[in-house]
Structures are given as C-alpha cells and as structure tokens.
C-alpha cells in the first residue's frame, strides 16, 4: 500500500524537521528516541494534514503533537541503540556558576519529569509564553506556572552542583 | 544561573541533535504503512494471522521486523475504575494502605506534583509473587492517568513497600511491563488487559540459516491479564515480552528496568577474542567491550560460545575533532551460524567517546566468519556544537583482494580502489554493492551495502 504525501507535507517536513528534531532531543536526550519521536509525530500529523486548516501554524500543531506524544510514551531502556559516552567540561572545583559546559543541560534536564521537562523546553527554548505552553500541554496557565517553577527550581540546583551523572555519562550497554 | 543563561544553555545543547535523516519522509511513510496495516488487521479481525497463530503456538519474529505489521491496537482499561486483581485483590484493608501510599519521585521526594489526587487513586493489582509483595496503583495529575508499581518482600505492610522508580508512565491505559531488580529474586510482570494472552521471550537467537528471530513462550500467569517471568540482571535487558488478543498480537516490547543491568558498574574487563589478522593494536578494548556486550547481551550467550573474531579495526573518516575509528567483529554461534558487527567510534579529547552501530548482519551456517565480505556506510559526528558529520564507506573483503570496485547505484562503472589488507574506506557514494578483486582483476567475493543501522525501533535486533 503506497503512501503519498502532500507536496506542502514534503516540503514543511523538509523545512521544518531540524527544528523539530531538536526540540525531540532536548526532550529525550537521545538521538534514536529523539528520531523516533519525531517520525512518531510527523506520521500522526501526515493523518490530519489535508484537515490541518491554518498551515501557517502547522509548525505549532507537530509541536505540539510532539510533546504530547513524549508525555505519553513509556520510559524504558534501549540498551542496544546510539550509545553516548561523553565527559563534559567539569572541573573539580566544587560548583559551577552557570551551566557552560556542553550537554550540561540535558543532563539537568533528564532528571525532571516528562512534563515539567517539557514545560522548561516550551518555555525556555521555544519561548513561548505560558499561556501558550499551556496550550501545548493541554493544560492549565497554572500548571504551566507551577512546573515551570519548580523546573527552574531543580535546575538551578542541579546546574550549580556537580553530580556523577554530570560529570560522567556512562555508556549504556 | 538566570534564565537567560538557561536559554542558552539549552540552545547550546540542542544543537547536539542529529540532522534528520535524509530519507525521513520515506521512514514517516514505512511507519504509516505499518499503521494502516494494524488498522486494517483490527479491522478485518486478522482471520488469516490468526489462523497462523493458532497453528503454531511458537511463533517466532523475523529479523526485519516486518511482522510489526500485523500488530493491532492493545486492549485500554480504565484502569481508575477497573477493579483489583491480585491474589490480595480481597483484603480491602490492605489494598486501602496501597492506595495511600506516597508517590515519591526518585530525583525530589518533596515535589508534591508527583502525587496523584489520593480519590483518583486505583489499585489495579495487589499481590504475593512469590517471595515479592507486588502492588500497581493507577492515579490522576493534572487529568492524565499515570499509574506506578510498589515492590517489597512477600506480606510485608504497605509502608515497607518501595516504588520501583522508572516506571511510572503516562500511558498508563495500555500495557506497561517492569522488572524491579533491586528485589532478591527479581521478575518481569507485564500488566495487560482482562483476557489478554501474555508471552515473553528469553533473548534473540541467531539460527542455523542465518536469520534472527525470537520465539515466544507463556509466561506464569498470576491474574486475568498480568504475566510474570522470573529474569536477573544479566538476562533482563535481552526480554521481550509480547501480548494477544484474540489471537492478534497487540503490543510487542520490552519491559521497563529499575536497577543496575547488564554489566556491573566499574567491570572493565575486555571480553576475550580471537584476533587472527593482527588488528588489535588498533582497536581499543572500550571499544571491543561495547559491542561484545551488545551481541552477548540480546543473545544471551557467552564469548566462549560466540568466539569474538576481531576482523578489522582502523581510522575511518569522521570530523576532524574526534579519533575516528571503526571495528569490524566476527561471531560463530554453537550452531555455526554467523554475525558481522561494525560499529565506528569517534573519541574526543576527553576519552568520551560517540558510538555508532554500523552493520549486524547474520549469515548462515557453514561458513566461517572471515569468508563474509562486507560493505557499510559510517557516518560519523563529533557530538560538539557545531555537528560535524561525516560519512564514508568501509569495504572489508577477504585479505587477499588488493582492489575494491563498488557498483553505483546510477549504473555506472566506478575505478577500483587500492586496498590494504584487503580493506580500505572510500568517499560516500550511492553505491549498491562492492567487489573485491585480486590482482589479476578476477572477482573474489562482492558485498552488498549493509541495511542502516534502524534507529528508534529497537536497533537491529528484533523486538
């Protein structure tokens, strides 16, 4: 059974998927589930494309799709796929004021909640508001506020303290 | 740290992310098709597959993958709502404490946002498995249903029972599957819908004619719908379990892990191997480790079984940044089939290191290891910021080749490449296959271009 796609399908996933993709990663911290997700939410969107009526928010409509999509899933091991082994720049010195060192953030990101990961990536990474965050998440403003604080919260913490799953990332195998 | 340093900090990071993959629309295809596919299946009530089924109680996957079409949608429960079952599904008393229980959130037990509304809250199993007590509550934050497990020694009182920390989940209405190792004798229990039929399969096995497939076996059933199978830290990260409905496979996966797997933290050891071409030198042990335990890992055998064939290992294209190097390995299972593995590895200055799967590629019986050519395409990044990545073809042929002629996919004829060893990288091209040649031009084997390496649906190996 062969699937054809719309042309302006092709062209937003042509346009639109680096975008995509990175805000797949900064969710998952994993390049096969963050590829994963994306094909996940790209396929549901291809289903409603020709009812998707305002094209020009189409990027928000996979944004969306995406994040919900990540909330939804089951957290579970892939022991077999890309496998990351990275030491970041960390010195010994006790603290670490801001977070400079490359994938610091992820790494703080992957000890928060799906969903209050995904409030910190809306709302500090795609700036949106949290009126419009919450729209996103199909959730309230006040949840958005809520997560959004205690997100911002666990990060400064863990930011500023240097953890062992900071300071090395173990191969998983 | 303020937010703007935050928004940099996530920018910075969000550049690691892959590119995307220049054929994703064709693997947003391939993944439709499969979905209509289960769609139809439900639809049409899958008479044909289930008469296979029923023919055959062990029915095992093929190595593509391709079955996964014919998987329909798992059985919901509402699981708010569903009533208990277990073996302690009666002692109303006890399963009020379960209910109660805190939900602690392993990285903040204060964060209260954790907690479902305690009159959301749902026992949807309870019981003794065992010499583990075993409880799974189902509850609401923020109107999305979640649902966790409580592990703990046999009759112990609810508030002697721990929550086992990576499985809470947001699809908590289709079936989850967890293996708690941090009890004595630890158990994959799969939660699946009243009538549901639950099987679970040990690891993959690479057979006699070269396939690998996995074959599936009942598990104990201790409720309507819930399915144990005793497993270890060794063997829990090969299962896989599998769930029917009326004779139609609804889900395939692999359980949720809570615990140290695998390897034990701090295990260096280099797994033994053969290395009969005198690459080891350039292939470092780390690097011999992660794919050894790859292959021994999802077949759930031992090096002695497998022989580890060191077959090539050299530098390989890759940013200018990282140590590029790839490694080719050989298997011979019992059986005398066969496994080529190729993975390529980029290092930083750090010692970190990128990983990335190549080939796996099986054979079948009667043939040794070293008789199997291969061609793979390595596309190599450094990880940093600037995403550099490159990508190149690895010809591995039999070590009397002195030239590789690769056949493009357009047709046309491509001058044969100079090999060393009867290897040599080439720049990526569209190339369909490679032939190995000896001096006097006569072809000694030729490879096809080794399937990509299948990222977000269990890698190679089959689910």
């Known amino acids: ?173 | 740290m303020n937010t703007d340093a935050l928004r940099s900090a996530l920018h910075r990071d969000a550049e690691l992310a892959p590119r995307p993959a220049r054929d994703l629309l064709d693997q947003v295809a391939q993944r439709r098709r499969r979905s209509t596919r289960r769609r139809i299946s439900t639809a049409a009530g899958g008479l044909a597959l289930a008469t296979v089924i029923a023919a055959s109680p062990l029915v095992a996957t093929s190595f593509t993958g391709d079955d996964r079409a014919s998987v329909a949608e798992p059985a919901q429960v509402d699981l708010l709502n569903s009533p208990t079952r277990g073996s302690l599904a009666g002692d109303t008393e006890l399963l009020e404490s379960f209910r109660q229980l805190s939900w602690r959130d392993p990285s903040d037990p204060e964060d209260r946002s954790a907690q479902p509304d305690l009159d959301t809250r749902n026992v949807v199993f309870a019981g003794d498995i065992g010499d583990t007590r075993v409880a799974s509550v189902a509850g609401t934050i923020d109107g999305n249903t979640f649902i966790t497990w409580f592990t703990g020694t046999a009759g112990a009182p609810a508030d002697r029972l721990q929550e086992v920390g990576s499985s809470r989940a947001g699809v908590a209405a289709s079936p989850r599957a967890t293996i708690d190792l941090d009890v004595p004798n630890p158990i994959a229990i799969v939660r699946g819908a009243p009538g549901d039929e639950i099987e679970f399969s040990p690891a993959a096995q690479l057979n006699r004619d070269g396939t690998i497939t996995r074959t599936y076996q009942a598990g104990t059933d201790i409720a309507d719908g819930i399915t144990i199978w005793p497993t270890t830290s060794t063997a829990a990260p090969a299962l896989a379990f599998r769930i029917s409905r009326d004779n139609i496979v609804t889900t395939q996966s692999r359980p949720d892990i809570n615990g140290d797997a695998g390897r034990a933290a701090g295990d260096t050891t280099v797994p033994s191997y053969v290395d009969p071409r005198g690459y080891a030198p350039a292939a470092d042990g780390r690097f011999i480790t992660t794919m050894v335990d790859e292959v021994t890992t999802n077949l759930q055998l031992t090096t002695d079984q497998l022989v580890p064939t060191l077959l090539w290992a050299g530098p390989v294209p890759g940013p200018d940044t990282t140590r590029n190097t790839a490694v080719v390995l050989g298997y011979t299972a019992p059986n005398g089939a066969t496994l080529i593995q190729e993975t390529a590895f980029a290092e930083d200055s750090t010692g970190g290191y990128l990983v990335v799967p190549g080939a796996l590629q099986p054979f079948p019986a009667g043939t040794a290891v070293g008789d199997h050519p291969l061609l793979v395409r390595n596309v190599v990044g450094d990880g940093t910021a600037d995403q550099v990545v490159v990508t190149s073809l690895l010809a591995v042929g039999p070590a009397t080749a002195t030239q590789a002629r690769l056949t493009p996919t357009d047709g046309t004829e491509a001058l044969p490449t100079q090999l060393t060893g009867g290897a040599a990288t080439l720049d990526d091209q569209d190339a369909a296959s490679v032939d190995f040649l000896d001096d006097a031009g006569a072809v000694l084997a030729t490879a096809p271009l080794s399937p990509a390496y299948r990222y977000g649906v269990g890698g190679s190996w089959p689910q």
């Open chain 1, 1 to 173: 059974m062969a699937v054809r796609f719309d042309d302006d399908f092709a062209d937003f996933v042509d346009r639109w998927s680096p975008a995509l993709l990175r805000v797949a990663f900064l969710l998952t911290s994993d390049h096969g589930l963050a590829e994963d997700l994306l094909q996940t939410a790209l396929m549901k969107t291809s289903r409603r494309w020709r009812h998707l009526a305002d094209r020009d928010h189409a990027y928000s409509y996979v944004r969306r799709v995406l994040v919900t999509t990540h909330t939804s899933w089951h957290r579970r091991r892939r022991p077999h796929e890309v496998l990351i082994d990275r030491l970041p720049d960390l010195a010994d010195t006790g603290s670490a004021p801001e977070p400079s060192g490359l994938g610091d953030a992820l790494h703080a990101l992957d000890e928060l909640p799906p969903r209050m990961r995904a409030v910190i990536v809306l709302r500090f990474y795609e700036d949106l508001s949290e009126a419009e965050t919450a729209v996103a998440l199909g959730c309230s403003v006040g949840s958005v506020k809520s997560q959004s604080s205690r997100g911002l919260t666990r990060l400064r913490d863990l930011l500023t303290t240097p953890t062992p799953s900071q300071s090395y990332r173990e191969a998983r195998s």
